[in-house]
């Protein structure tokens, strides 16, 4: 049974005294989460072993990072390795960012070392992917994906593979309040299955877990998760208040 997950991405948001508040308000009103479903929260990396040590014992919920550097270690001055954010308790690392790709110029070359780095350190990747506006208008928002997808990660064996969750998050739904409907996600989740399928078989393909990201919210998160190739939500702007980001996990835990 592929896992369902609710991740939390903080961005540059919050310094550390609020983000152990907010950490501390999600633990009050955690409901109770079945064997496949799991909580990630990605704070930005100074509160990585805050937060760490806020989740100490915790199964349910699992520390993530936001980015890592595409080299294991050297003179790059202001990054942060894999190998550290490993030292630090992080099980999920998020790559592929619109916004990393977008702001920082991260091009699927540099994606692909990134994702090669977080396996070798024996932790997840959550690769994102998702089309920009003129892309959906245009109609071509299927093959954008897909080229996405196929030059971040499918130069990996079907057993890394398994420690890949995809996030598709359109960029005109992203902070935009602008959510994608449920067909669209629905459309879109499928397509990308069917991609890992015709490449990995369609066992792996099942086995994946595919999160959609964009606007969602408590009041549209139980429609999205309803969709039969939706896992679950990469969250931004409503994983930085405790009652909206329960209110997402609670449509997850009603699944
Ligand atoms: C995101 O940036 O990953 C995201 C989904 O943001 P938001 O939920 O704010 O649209």
């Known amino acids: 049974m592929r896992k369902k997950i609710v991740a939390g991405n903080w961005k540059m948001n919050l310094d550390l005294n609020e983000g152990a508040e907010l950490v501390n308000d999600i633990f009050k009103g955690l409901p109770v989460l079945s064997e496949h479903k799991q909580v990630v929260i990605a704070p930005p990396y ?10 100490t014992g915790m199964i349910d ?8 550097y595409s080299e294991s270690a050297g003179a790059f001055t202001g990054e942060v390795s894999a190998a550290m954010l490993k030292s630090a308790e992080v099980a999920f690392v998020i790559i592929g960012h619109s916004e990393r790709r977008e702001y920082f110029r991260e091009d699927s070359a540099m994606l692909a070392k990134k994702v090669n780095q977080v396996l070798i350190n024996d932790m997840k990747v959550i690769f994102c992917c998702g089309e920009p506006l003129e ?5 071509t928002q299927n093959t954008y994906v897909e080229t996405q997808i196929n030059e971040g990660i499918f130069h990996l064996g079907e057993a890394q593979l398994q420690n890949v ?6 960029i005109w739904a992203i902070g935009t309040g602008r959510t994608a409907t449920s067909a669209q996600a629905q459309d879109m989740h499928a397509h990308i299955r069917g991609v890992i399928a015709a490449k990995y078989g369609k066992d792996v393909a099942e086995n994946m877990t595919i999160l959609y990201g964009g606007s969602c919210k408590p009041s549209n998160a139980a429609e999205l998760f309803a969709c039969a190739d939706v896992d679950g939500g990469l969250i931004g702007g409503a994983s930085l208040k ?5 209110g997402i996990i609670e449509a997850m835990a009603d699944l």
């Open 242 to 246: 405790a009652s909206e980001f329960l």
């Open 61 to 68: 919920v699992q520390l993530g990072a936001q980015n890592c």
């Open 165 to 170: 969750v995809i996030a598709y998050e359109p």
């Open 46 to 55: 100074l509160h990585l072993t805050q937060t760490a040590a806020q989740l």
């Open 135 to 139: 892309i959906r208008d245009a109609g």
